[in-house]
């Protein structure tokens, strides 16, 4: 339990201000943990963040133990960003947001790809007509190649 909690205060609750284009896969514990920990695996390769939209049943410590269970699997952490959500109208999950921010972290454009499909799928229909589209083609060379 002490491995959850860590990883519970390490999580960030906003947009982080890097003025930079990162991606983003939004996903929610109502998925299989094996699709979570499938999709997390894929976004460490790309250096992408896994979010989540709030807390399990609006409790820290059952959010500590689902969020303990990817990790055991995969390693990674994951971000608490209702306001991402909110930001580029993710309705459903599993959703791929590649967004570009500036450095006070208001988002000056973003491209979404939602539904049951692979971040490799995702990142290959936004770099055929998203706004972010050369961004998505170089993010996409990395996961093929699996590189950080």
Known sequence: ???ALRIIFGLAFCLQAHGKTEMHVLVSFSMPVDTI???ANSAEKIGARLAIRGLV???FKSTGLMVSKVSHKSGAGLDINPELF???GAKSVPCF???DSKIDGSIKAF?????????DYALE???KRGELSDDARELLKKLRAGNV
């Open 1 to 3: 339990m002490l491995y």
């Open 37 to 39: 920990v499938a999709l």
């Open 57 to 59: 049943d609006g409790d």
């Open 86 to 88: 909110s930001k580029v």
């Open 97 to 99: 947001v590649l967004v």
């Open 111 to 119: 491209d979404k790809v939602s539904g049951n499909v692979t971040l």
């Open 125 to 127: 229909q936004i770099s």
